[in-house]
């Protein structure tokens, strides 16, 4: 379905050489920074080429139950997942109901940027880390700044793609409001917005790169995902705060700028709109400089720094590992809840497997932080909304049902666990002379669910019965149930093939999108249902907690025996 | 006559590991170096660095005559490398790779085309020359590793491994090809665990042990410090003499009768 509406093969590779004819036009800038263009241009066309061609799942016919693998020749799955965001993008519009036109582009940037920095730290970190292009271009006569010039620009072809879509609706409806000048700026601020991600996030990696070494730099990498992440979710909720719902029927907004919203660099880009409508003042003033200083910084730390990223990234690949012991939970928690000895064989392979694959965190460990980040905005804005309502956080709805937002991290935590980087050895699931399928997923299963949903939703559990008070506490039992249930049903709806068997790939990145949203739209309706029986109904929550048990034990314990995994 | 590579004093070490402690040696022009040691004992360490992905902690590399520091990669150019474990970009044919790799060394598609399908054809594996590479088996990849190093007609060779996964009768090319190179002026360093085919074929073999040099010269030469074969003489210089001991105490635990100490 997807695949006719954006064409077959041809029209992808002209997609291909469009980038290229587009970078030609940019060829002087590039000899200007050092790099051997003709070369570059080699590579990047060669990336593209190749990303073009992994193997990629794409849901056929129906969303649930089969999905076809497919190896499909020359098409980029990340371009075809494109018009899903641009969808979502264009619920943007309704900012242009708010007659503010600070706030409409604080929101805007704050979208671009939360879009465009999750994405990077997710999906294109392993392009940027790859380190066999060290080994199979770097030993050619090709300099470092080269290759790295051909990373980024490979990267940037993503990103700019993806901004183009998020972005797009928004832009166009700035040319039609606000005017040309407005527009072109918009266009202008859009583009540098996606360029900061960008040198933001290379800059970080060189930095870590540079400064640690061995076993070390591996977790610092991973930290620095996900204090990137941490840091954009901050910034969007110091953004909210800076904005002020004077009078809620009538849509009006005012912009509540403290000086310490200086720092807050989104709010920046927001200052040239402001000049233009608002006329000359001297915080605009200030922030223009700021964008405009920022900018030309980040473009001289990349032009010193870039280099170093490439020259440094072998020291991912070298030094010895750590030794890997179990931890006493993960031990304890295997004992408690696997009972076959062929269960717990699987526990502690996921376990382990999944603790020492640095893709694995990347991809994954940025959205549970984000989870963490949850209980400080929400309390921040209930506490907001009380002070002006009365009562107390603890009585808000969102609050009391914040460790459910858990659920959000259970598509993400399903996909990933086809992937891995040693997925050539999944050779060795051929080799069980019995079928162990069931015993497999359960392993796995229980193994995700203690290893990583289960100390979130504890820590989101306990901050909640801080606030308010014990009567809570079958809620969040049953919460944790249809954690449970929900992430074993949706791995076995995603995994067909055996776990921890498919490559890595960038253009997979969104890949599901769209099943995805239909996922959230039923658990949506199943917890309002939930919701409801809890509220409504006495002693509701215990008889909900009932039926949700026993499905929870039936299907950690047979549920997944006539689920049949395939090779390839 | 010049030397065409000369390591002093390099060392190199990971977080606290030091993987070289001072290795020194030189290679002239036409020579073909073995470079042997026991796994980890640092050989594909040395070789990465004089390739420039990795800088040494102290000591100097010396190539073509010019010190490795602040040289730019235009050196690259005249070194053909193979790298071990067959590392390729799978999602491309054999003829896409090679074309991409020729590009980097700044040649012509025509004559990449026609220099590769006719190396490709010599090694017999010309029939898959538009197939995908992920569809190779060890052996042909290590082909198309070797074919991609000679595109440019480099001065001199770094093969890490090059024999691995090859068949007896490639193997026997191989070698005919390195004496060939030989003659023509090439030179060749390169590692490999096959014993018997380094001491036949190298001019010079450089042992590594724990990151240090502990023997360089002929075989001839080597052999005066110990009777026997290279294999005797590896086992003797990296301190290894107890193989039968453990081959017993090896099966006896495949078996179960040794318990467990950790």
């Known amino acids: ?568 | 006559m010049d030397k065409i590579l000369e390591m002093r004093e390099v060392t190199k070490s990971f977080g606290g590991n030091n993987v070289l402690k001072g290795v020194n040696f030189a290679v002239y022009p036409g020579e073909i170096i073995g470079y042997i040691g026991p796994n980890g004992a640092g050989k594909s360490t040395t070789v990465k660095m004089i390739l420039g992905l990795l800088q040494q902690d102290s000591g100097e590399i010396m190539i073509f005559g010019e010190s490795l520091s602040g040289m730019g990669d235009t050196y690259k150019g005249r070194i053909g490398y193979v790298p071990e474990n067959a590392e390729l970009y799978d999602t491309l044919s054999a003829e896409e790779y090679l074309l991409f790799v020729g590009r980097l060394y700044g040649l012509e598609e025509e004559v990449i085309r026609r220099k590769s399908f006719a190396m490709m054809k010599i090694l017999g594996i010309e029939a898959a020359y538009q197939n995908r590479l992920s569809s190779f088996s060890k052996g042909m990849r290590q082909k198309v590793l070797i074919i991609s190093s000679l595109l440019h007609n480099p001065d001199i060779l770094f093969w890490d491994e090059p024999l691995n996964g090859l068949d007896a009768n490639s193997v026997q090319i191989i070698k005919e090809i390195l004496s060939e190179l030989k003659n023509d002026g090439k030179t060749v360093f390169y590692s490999s665990h096959i014993m018997d085919t380094v001491e036949k074929l190298s001019d010079r073999i450089i042992i590594l042990n724990e990151g240090r040099v502990v023997a360089d010269g002929h075989f001839d030469e080597l052999q005066k410090e110990a009777d026997g074969t290279l294999e005797q003489l590896f086992n003797q210089l990296t301190g290894f003499n107890e193989y039968e001991e453990l081959a017993s105490a090896f099966v006896s635990a495949m078996k179960g009768e040794i318990t467990y100490d950790a």
């Open chain 1, 1 to 568: 379905m997807m695949r006719n509406v954006f064409g077959g093969d041809q029209k992808q590779k002209e997609g291909d050489q469009f980038f290229i004819k587009v970078i030609r036009k940019f060829a002087p800038l590039y000899r200007r920074f050092g790099v051997d263009y003709p070369i570059m241009e080699r590579i990047v066309d060669m990336k593209l080429i190749m990303d073009s061609r992994q193997e990629k799942v794409i849901p056929t016919n129906s969303m649930w139950g089969s999905q076809k693998e497919k190896e499909n020749e020359d098409k980029n799955a990340f371009f075809q997942s494109l018009w899903l965001y641009g969808f979502i993008s264009l619920l943007l519009l309704f900012l242009f109901v708010i007659d503010n036109i600070q706030f409409q582009y604080t929101i805007f940037f704050s979208y671009v940027f939360i879009m465009l920095f999750s994405t990077l730290i997710a999906n294109f970190s392993t392009i940027l880390l790859e380190t066999k292009d060290q080994i199979l271009i770097g030993t050619k006569p090709v300099s470092s700044r080269t290759l790295s010039a051909a990373k980024t620009t490979h990267v940037f072809i993503y990103l700019i793609s993806l901004t183009v879509v998020i972005a797009g609706p928004v832009v166009i409806g700035t040319f039609v409001i606000h005017g040309i000048l407005a527009g072109l700026l918009a266009v202008i601020l859009t583009v540098t917005a996606s360029l900061w991600c960008l040198l933001l996030t290379i800059l970080t990696y060189a930095t870590v790169l540079k400064r640690f070494n061995g076993e070390k730099l591996k977790n610092i990498i991973a930290y620095s995902q996900i204090g990137i992440s941490v840091f954009t979710v901050m910034a969007y909720q110091i953004m909210n705060q800076a904005i002020q719902f004077i009078n809620p029927s009538m849509l009006e907004v005012q912009l509540n700028l403290q000086w310490w919203h200086i720092f807050v660099f989104p709010l920046w880009f927001v200052a040239p709109f402001g000049i233009i409508t608002n006329g000359f003042s001297l915080t605009y003033l200030v922030y223009i400089l700021l964008l405009v200083g920022g900018s030309v910084g980040l473009a001289f730390l990349y032009y010193f720094n870039s280099d170093k990223l490439e020259a440094n990234l072998q020291k991912l690949e070298s030094g010895e590992g750590d030794t890997d012991k179990r931890s006493w939970y993960e031990n304890v928690t295997g004992k408690l809840l696997c009972w076959d000895k062929n269960e717990l064989g699987y526990y502690h392979f996921a376990w382990q497997l999944t603790k020492n694959e640095r893709e694995f965190k990347t991809r994954l460990y940025p959205s549970l932080a984000a989870l963490f980040i949850f209980p400080i905005v929400l309390i921040g804005t209930t506490y907001r909304l009380t002070l002006e309502t009365g009562g107390s956080v603890g009585d808000s709805v969102f609050f009391r049902y914040m460790p459910y937002y858990a659920l959000l991290v259970i598509p993400m935590l399903a996909v990933s666990l086809k992937y891995s980087k040693n997925y050539k050895a999944h050779w060795i699931f051929g080799m069980k002379s019995e079928d162990h399928a069931g015993v497999f997923l359960r392993g796995i299963i229980k193994a995700m669910l203690m290893k990583l949903l289960f100390p979130i939703y504890l820590i989101l559990s306990v901050v909640v019965l801080v606030f308010s008070d014990l009567s809570l506490l079958p809620a969040i039992i049953n919460g944790f149930l249809v954690v449970t249930i929900v992430f074993s049903l949706q791995v076995k709806r995603t995994i067909q093939q055996y776990p921890f068997s498919k490559r890595y790939n960038a253009s997979e990145a969104n890949q599901g999108c769209l099943a995805t949203i239909i996922f959230f739209m039923i658990i949506g309706v199943a917890a309002g249902g939930i919701f409801a029986i809890q509220t409504l109904i006495p002693f509701g929550a215990y008889i909900i907690m009932a039926i949700l048990a026993v499905v929870a034990t039936w299907l950690l314990t047979k549920g997944f025996n006539n689920h049949s995994l395939s090779m390839e």
